[in-house]
């Protein structure tokens, strides 16, 4: 049963007289739906909970109307949506009602099929496997993989510790695990920007309205109205150039000679805070050495930046210090791009350190956790702390290499995986490459809303309820003051035979004979962390997000270094065998333009998240209307070979191919191509595989062996028309 344009209240009334007719709702009908409420008089309830449409989890206000998600709108007290909602999370709302969701738990047939299991027999028969699994290989072979959500780690790590793996995995190395490195290890984590109060900001491969964050976006648009002054380093103009004073086209994969290169003028011009530096810093005299050599001159010809330009940024940056930064960002240049990105990382990092502007108005702040409590032992006991070694400890410096997993399985390590909320056979690595892995493991049980490429290759998967159909863990966001925000049910279940992630949780480890470690249910224990901080849970419920009464972290800075300084020189790069001071060194693989070789780059689109999104018809037609799918090349060098808008190529690497139509512009540097990053798949289920390819299939199977990142960009690609 589909809605008509004609939408009466006796319409509405005939499909929400079952569960069934709300579970046929398509993306057209909800729209409709959605339009039809507007003019409609009817019983409004507005929830506060958080978005789950990528990790900045903003907080909102969510309307129903007759018990239906109607609207969304974002709350003002949260840091990271500031009262706005971008398109994703519009579209999200309608997620509960998608026709694809998984309404049953599945279990994989010998042919490949899956058919419908009942709960009970899917918990009782993978408890029977993982014991037999932990039986024969013992608890390092079994790990959990999530997105590195609260309610997913924080369960995950406690089902984990219960059968004695210390084996938890996050997709970090397939998003900004090089950067993490850099900057935990030179100033003791990441800070965020104080983007409203800065005057003048470099952003190098961050691009806030693309890889939004809605907060953010706004804080830059004041800073600009008052006159602040934006520079984008980019090999492409990317969206945010709207807000920005400079473009600056990068030749990609060289940004850390661009930053030795301003630390070499900082220093030699006098320009940086030499009190800052001898109160906090550590090991300056080494790094101040290091960069002597890193003039200008020599950074124009590895980057293609012109000297003066590269002149003008440092003396901007070093005048207006310490309302000045270069942005930490998410993942963009160096999230896991090259061999040299976590050496950018802590590049980056430390010019900061030279502007003095760590906890500073205008420049870097660290946030603190909110300090929340934690369930009584004497009646929840917690399971011992895993004393084996991780599979992926020859990373020593980063405690998380998920692009490590097809490896660790193929070499026999690892057995058995959950994974929850997160795609690792599209996402971690090679997907061709992962697929192989992950379908060879001896348990894969997989916690998804749909059959994502990983489900596919699962023994059991598991249906959870939708976002806005459940409640979460408490969680604590950093920002000038601690805030306390929660993910809360919305709406009743639209498919009665899914459940919440805490109950999965529980009956997994209730099969696996580890159910007295979770002898407590999800309102207690959020009861339990929000107790020393005087809230109660109903209080939460209530606001959604609430921000604490503490006092501004801004003024002295503390660094979680094992100096307790900024390490200019760093003792633990040093004992893992790498460089104590950033150094310049090229990315591993420098395409060659005279053999018609490119770097294909990628990155995030305003609409889409990752790839989930496009099982949202609503959100993958904006795909269509703008042709969002097509390969950026620059126009002139497109003109040379011969290629039209909207010609088709393969792009060709040493690890796969894949089909684009190309998008000529002016707005791309010439030695490189561009395309968004939702797209392809492999999935029979994968609505973005009708698209173009994805980047990732053309990504060979190296890691870095600083920061275990998947290094998606430091390989070579050619084109070929077809
Ligand atoms: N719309 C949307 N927003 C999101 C997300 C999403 O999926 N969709 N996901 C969230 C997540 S998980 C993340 S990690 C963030 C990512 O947020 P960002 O890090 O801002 O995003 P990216 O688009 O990956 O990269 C940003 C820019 O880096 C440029 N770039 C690529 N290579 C180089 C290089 O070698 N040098 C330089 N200087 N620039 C380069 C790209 O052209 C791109 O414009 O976004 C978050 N917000
Ligand atoms: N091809 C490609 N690869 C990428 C990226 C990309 O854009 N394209 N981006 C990179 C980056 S920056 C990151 S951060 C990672 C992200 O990698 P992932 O962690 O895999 O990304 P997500 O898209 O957030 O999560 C994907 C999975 O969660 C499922 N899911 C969605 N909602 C729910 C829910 O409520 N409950 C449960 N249990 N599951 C749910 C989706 O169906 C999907 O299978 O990927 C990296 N790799
Ligand atoms: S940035 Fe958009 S998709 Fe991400 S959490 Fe916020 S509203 Fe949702
Ligand atoms: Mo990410």
Redo the contacts with the bound molecule.
Sequence with gaps: MALTGKFTRRTFLKLTAGVAAAASLGTLSFRTWQKAQAVEKGDVRVIPTLCDG???HCGIYVETKHGRIWRVTGIPQHPKSKGKV?A?GQGLIMTPYLRKRITQPLKRQPDGSFASISWEDAFREIGERLKEILAKYGPRSVGHVSHNLPMYTWYGRRLMAALGSPNVFTHATS??SARNVGFRHTVGGVPGADIENARYMVF?????A????PGDVLSLARARRKGAQVVL????V?NTFQMATKWVP?R????LAFVLALAHVLIREGLYDAEFVREYGYGFEHFAKEVEGYTPEWAEDITGVPKATILEIARRLGKNRPRAFIHP???????A??QNSADTARAVALVNALLGNYQKEGGLTFGTSPGFGSLDPAKHPAPPKPTLARVDAEWPLIGDVGSAIPDKILSGDLKALFVAHTNPVMHYNNPAFARQAYASLELLVAIDLFMSETAEVAHYVLPEVSYLERDELVEGVGGRKPVVALRQQVIGKVHPETKPAWEIYNGLAEAAGVGKYFNFTLDELNAAMLAPLGLSLAEVKAKGTVVLNQPSLLGTPKFATPTGKVEFFSTAFANAGFSPVPKWMPPLVMPDPAKGEF?L??????????TT?TRNPYLLSLSESFAGDRLWINRRVAERMGLKEGDWVEVRSEAGKGRAQVHLTEAIHPE?V?IY??YGGLGKDNPGKKFAFSFLDLVPNRLDPISGSAMV?DFAVTLHKV
């Excluded at 693309?210 to 964050?213: D, K, L, R, S, V």
């Excluded at 380093?233 to 492409?236: G, M, S, Y």
């Excluded at 780059?601 to 990752?610: D, E, F, K, N, V």
């Design positions: 990528c990790g900045n971008c994703r998003c900004n190098i491969g961050r691009n806030l693309e890889g939004i964050t380093v980019d090999p492409r990317n990068i990609p994969g060289t940004d960002s998410w993942r963009g240049a160096f999230g791009h090259y770097r780059l990628h990155g995030r689109q305003a609409y889409h998240s990752h999104t490189c561009f990053a939702p960009q």
